[in-house]
DNA sequence: CTGTTAGCGCTTTCAC
DNA sequence: GTGAAAGCGCTAACAG
């Protein structure tokens, strides 16, 4: 019956020691303005009880709960999950937690997720809109005061700062390597063509193919590894089949390998094959993949610096919402030359 | 100056409502014992205000921060970013806050993660401890009276529930699966001997290769690719060569198919592969690679399960250490049948 | 049905 | 140097 599990509190610590509150107060936040004796006894005090503070009483005086929100699609995903993780080193190297939750890309899910973040009184949030252009999380963003950082896809039209790869530039690059190799058809595959990033890496497609005077095959069908199947053979027995694949997303290059594979179709002989955001066994399999590579790691801890920042900025200074001016964050991607799309690099 | 970026508090909403601070609270939390007309209008009031309660004043109240923590060596990992993954939705489930810690498997950063989980009172704890055997980790969670949970790796001697693969059998398993394709020096490859998973992994092979009266070949000196090749190198080279690898773990499956590749040995003819741990494109390289798989996603589910169920009993029941008596789960691997250890499946 | 009131554990003036 | 006391926002008796 009695609730002895309760942690000791200040005042419990206090008396003990046979001072003040207000002095054993003064001993957790440093210790300043006490006599040595008085820390010693007081601190021996602490010590004894396996006493900790309690952030909630300390957040309802101070205003700041000490942990920000990362909200994603999933983070059993590797390009979120490295994101995760070095966000969570900066939430660490400023002191706070890391609260995840995951969207599945559900409009609905996400602006739960952001309330219950804001009834936590999260000090600020990453988020990687399930859709840029909703205006439901327009508006909860605009509502909020706590600083948002976007990363992966920018909240258009909104007060935050958005971390991105250049999607665009990176599928340009990655065609334009595909006609340095004197492909002349080059086929656009991928699926969720509705996600700004896969937009994006069309048009980065498009204006290259088109810049070229090439013909542009998109085929954005390929949700899975069945429909991947059904659309390479069917580019495969059209009448100009195409010697190129561009692959605008993880899932899909995988696909399109092991259809090729599985089909045996030799690459990059009879078509080649170049991918849109890099993945472990690029380099592992037969031929490696070559593959245009997102700055991953980076962007999760230019976002969360970007946040702290803000928040930093927030505690010094005025109000966090002060010189809160929206931005946009664009990271370069890097082509890594592997075997599949013809070339033959001396590495592995 | 004015820092108007203040939320709206209960007895604002109160006020504004014109009833007291109880009825407001009452309204909040669901609305019993309120007339109907009290309760429409305290509801304008909050959606108008965009009232949200601060559950740091809650937490102070009721001991509850409905908040969980997480601790792992790292969420890049898939392994542990799929844990969380489930964790989370479970977390969700119950109206809780999944907060996410790792330790890069360093003692010291763990023990730092468990103080600061406690500090901000988290309910319940799932934690894949970096060392089962610290002395420092099973005081530390002696001391702490909220549930734990450990995943991966059991905390021995404890009073926690362990989550774990049956890393034994499946290795035994998949060894006496070789056998049974014929092979007869079976090698064992693998880094991070000193992990408890490793070890069992190792047991599992020595005792099935005894049992077979087979030669004993371990290499525990594979941590990267580097280290892979020169095993390989060695082996292959030696007089009397293996002619089956078994991997323990993700990573060293990994470099030894890579390695192999690169040597132009023919798997499975020259010899077999067979790892431990399944991971993405297992089935996508040629030819693809057997695997004793994990119940990743269900060791998350079943870890944070069984923290609710406890947490529960204790909101319900008595106190939460009650009738809390340390269990391990252990859960059941599968042998995914591939090519690479000899299978010819019909479906890959 | 509804309001008053007393804290939860902590920080922080403001006196001594 | 030190302590008393006033709340932070909320919930839960305990009266009306």
């Known amino acids: 019956m009695t609730r002895k599990s309760t942690h000791p509190t200040l ?5 003990r020691a046979g001072v003040g509150t207000t002095t054993a107060s003064r001993v957790i936040n440093g210790g300043h303005r006490v006599s040595p004796e008085t820390l010693a006894r007081v601190r021996g005090v602490i010590k004894t009880l396996g006493y900790i503070p309690n952030p909630a009483a300390r957040t309802l005086k101070g205003y700041q709960s000490r942990m920000i929100g990362l909200i994603v699609p999933s983070i059993a995903d590797s390009f979120f999950s490295s994101c995760a993780e070095a966000a969570q080193a900066v939430a660490r190297a400023n002191d706070s937690l890391l609260i995840v939750t995951t969207t599945h890309n559900a409009a609905q899910t996400e602006i739960e997720n952001l309330t219950v973040l804001m009834r ?13 252009r909703s205006q439901a999380l327009r508006d909860m963003i605009a509502r909020i005061d706590i600083p948002v950082v976007a990363i992966d896809r920018p909240v258009t039209d909104a007060r935050v700062i958005s971390v991105i790869t250049d999607n665009f530039k990176g ?4 065609v334009r390597h595909l006609i340095g190799h004197g492909y002349k058809r080059i086929a656009c595959l991928t699926g969720e063509s509705n996600l700004y990033t896969i937009c994006e890496r069309m048009r980065g ?9 090439l013909p542009c095959l998109v085929d954005t069908s390929v949700e899975d590894f069945q429909a991947a199947g059904r659309s390479i053979k069917r580019l495969l027995t059209s009448a100009k089949p195409p010697d190129a694949l561009f692959t605008l997303k993880n899932r ?5 390998f092991e259809t090729l594979q599985k089909l045996g179709i030799s690459i990059p002989a009879r078509i080649a094959l170049l991918g849109f955001d890099d993945f472990e066994l690029a380099s592992a399999v037969r031929p490696s993949i070559s593959v245009i590579q997102q700055p991953v ?6 976002a969360a610096e970007l946040l702290f920042e803000k928040l930093l900025g927030g505690r010094d200074g005025g109000s966090p919402a002060r010189a809160w001016r929206p931005r946009k964050i664009t990271l370069e ?3 890594i030359q592997r075997s599949s799309c013809g070339c033959s690099p001396s590495v592995t």
């Open 11 to 15: 005042s419990e610590v206090a008396r």
């Open 120 to 132: 936590h009184r999260a000090d600020g949030l990453i988020i990687a809109p399930a859709d840029s």
């Open 171 to 174: 599928a340009h690059d990655a």
């Open 205 to 213: 497609y498009r204006k290259a193919v088109e810049a070229a005077g």
């Open 252 to 256: 899909t290059t995988i696909y399109a």
């Open 297 to 302: 790691e980076q962007i999760g801890r230019v």
């Open 333 to 335: 991607t890097k082509l």
